[in-house]
């Protein structure tokens, strides 16, 4: 009996599933603000340079019109709007009066702001860029501080996903909890924008590994024919929680409060994360067969099926070594090996690209020029209706057709954007709209379809690794967009084609709808359908789940 057989006799869809589920879903919607939270903590307003005075020189007089002012000391470009970041040397006092314009300005020096900016705050009371003044020449700053929370997310998927291997999934998903609470929380009191960096690269560390040992636990407690259900659950969290932050973020225009809002509830979801069970897959790889039949007796428990769950015990066997003459002159190591490396980079490669494409898409949602909090908003329910016909074609169509439809529907959308004018910003904004569904989508499916392709062994690493190089697409998205200045269609030409590729690269992925989870690097090989029946001669004990009921109880109870 395989290890989802004995997950299906003790409620594989019963109510420890959905309890332990909605446990992870939790954490998701508020973790999923803190990616998108630059959009809001980093928005840029409409600012030009701080005037000195108020008062004409010679006279009493005392202007309370700051648009007199504003033409005496900041010049206009780009027909009236006023310069951002540059000022006159000497007010321009005659350009207060209605015959002003018929003075010659072209000699008149200008120079970069001297006494700061003035912003407009009728948006954002407070912003990350209005309290360290990061535009003009500190400007590429704001990018920086998204990059560097990349990074972290890059870093934490790293070692996270190590680290998960060897000490457990609750373990490393209970200290990311905490970490994402205290050091968000300590975020939104960050005295410079220095400090400010470091925090949120350590948030974006947490961050990710919340989601991967969150992902496998909530993976390596459902059954084969439950995963794509409960996989999709979870992938909801995230749509939820966009939405959720475009509300939040409406009603605190200030970055501190909202940045302690979204991460002081991660410290309630610490304290009962103890509650959630380790995986009984991994104990048992990990040679912890007792506390591996605790945890499945208390599933059976909570699923009300605990005479089933008594009558259960599980054994870690070990498969004898076979002489080493027997495997000399094999290739089968080597095949396995080849096997993995054929695999791995395809799967990275999806994911990268996915990550690369759809950051570069929803990380300037101030481009659209409409309401940044309702933009959020529509890109947040689009997942819904998308990822529900996602969850059904994975289902029955399976994971490689799905996650390569979605990518290439996805990439032709934003290549279509790409070539239309800015003007039609209703036909840009729609096809973003569904372009960003699409990539939703296929980030659901990428979850899964990655989470099945790894052994238990080695499932946290490989999907750590992964996560750590999508990152790395994650982090190059912003880059594209300095080509705007050159060719503004180039940027939303690669950010299409990009996935597109990944497309076709999907199909030489092994089809894992309706297979076991493999536990052991051995049975990566029989999915790959490179077994030829041979036992196992690399020299090195293999894990086997022998799970036995008593003959005469089993029966009793079947009837």
């Not at 799967?347 to 990550?355: E, F, L, T, W």
């Not at 819904?384 to 990518?407: D, E, I, N, Q």
């Not at 536990?519 to 029989?526: F, M, N």
């Amino acid at each position: 009996m395989s290890f989802s057989d004995l997950l299906d006799d003790i409620g594989g869809q019963g109510r420890f599933q959905f309890i332990n589920t909605i446990l992870l879903i939790i954490p998701g919607i508020i973790m999923a603000s803190h990616p998108l939270l630059q959009n809001f903590s980093a928005a840029v307003p409409d600012h030009h340079c701080q005037t000195a005075d108020n008062t004409l020189p010679g006279s009493s007089w005392n202007f309370t019109s700051s648009d007199v002012l504003l033409k005496a000391y900041i010049p206009v470009d780009e027909g009236t709007k006023l310069s951002k970041c540059l000022q006159f040397s000497k007010p321009q006092w005659h350009l207060t009066f209605e015959n002003g314009s018929f003075f010659n300005i072209s000699e008149t020096q200008k120079i970069p702001c001297q006494h700061g900016w003035s912003y407009d705050r009728t948006e954002f009371s407070e912003t990350i860029v209005t309290e360290w003044n990061l535009v003009c020449d500190l400007r590429h700053l704001r990018q920086m501080s998204q990059s560097i929370y990349m990074g972290g997310v890059l870093f934490g998927a790293l070692i996270f996903g190590s680290l998960s291997d060897k000490f457990g999934r609750r373990t490393i998903l209970t200290w990311s909890y905490l970490q994402v609470g205290v050091v968000g929380t300590c975020t939104s009191f960050s005295p410079s924008f220095e400090i400010f960096c470091i925090l949120r690269f350590l948030t974006g560390m947490a961050v990710s590994g919340a989601v991967l040992n969150a992902v496998c636990l909530n993976v390596e407690w459902v059954p084969i024919r439950s995963r794509t259900i409960f996989g999709t659950l979870y992938a909801f969290s995230f749509s939820i929680g966009q939405m959720v932050l475009a509300g939040v973020a409406y009603t605190i225009r200030d970055w501190r409060k909202l940045q302690l809002a979204v991460s002081c509830p991660m410290l309630l979801c610490f304290m009962y994360s103890w509650w959630l069970p380790e995986s009984a897959r991994w104990l048992t790889l990990k040679n912890k067969p007792d506390q591996a039949l605790r945890q499945i007796k208390k599933v059976a428990r909570i699923n009300g099926l605990a005479n089933k769950g008594k009558l259960v015990t599980l054994e870690v066997g070990m498969i004898v070594f076979v002489p080493s003459s027997l495997h000399k002159g094999t290739s089968k190591k080597v095949q396995f090996y080849s096997n993995l490396k054929c695999q791995c980079p395809i799967s990275i490669h999806c994911r990268c690209c996915n990550s690369f494409a759809f950051y570069g898409l929803i990380m300037d949602l101030q481009k659209f020029g409409v309401s940044v909090f309702l933009v959020q908003l529509i890109f947040a329910a689009i997942d819904f209706p998308v990822k529900l016909f996602a969850s059904a074609s994975l289902m029955y169509l399976g994971r490689r057709r799905t996650l390569g439809g979605c990518m290439l529907l996805a990439g032709i959308m934003i290549i279509s954007n790409a070539f239309i004018s800015y003007d039609m910003k209703a036909l840009r904004t729609s096809l973003a709209v569904l372009g960003k569904g699409l990539f939703g989508a296929a980030f659901t499916g990428v979850y899964i379809f990655t989470g099945e392709l790894y052994p238990t062994v080695l499932r946290q690493t490989g999907m750590g690794f992964g996560s750590t190089l999508a990152r790395v697409g994650s982090m190059t998205a912003p880059l594209i967009r300095m080509f705007e200045d050159h060719l503004p269609s180039l940027p939303g030409i690669i950010y299409g084609a990009v996935p597109i590729i990944a497309a076709f690269v999907v199909i030489f992925l092994p089809e894992t709808l309706n297979m076991p989870l493999p536990e052991t690097i051995d049975d990566v090989e029989q999915k790959m359908n490179l077994s030829d029946g041979t036992p196992n001669v690399t020299g090195k004990p293999t894990h086997i789940f022998k799970i036995r009921y008593a003959v005469s109880t089993i029966h009793h109870i079947r009837q």
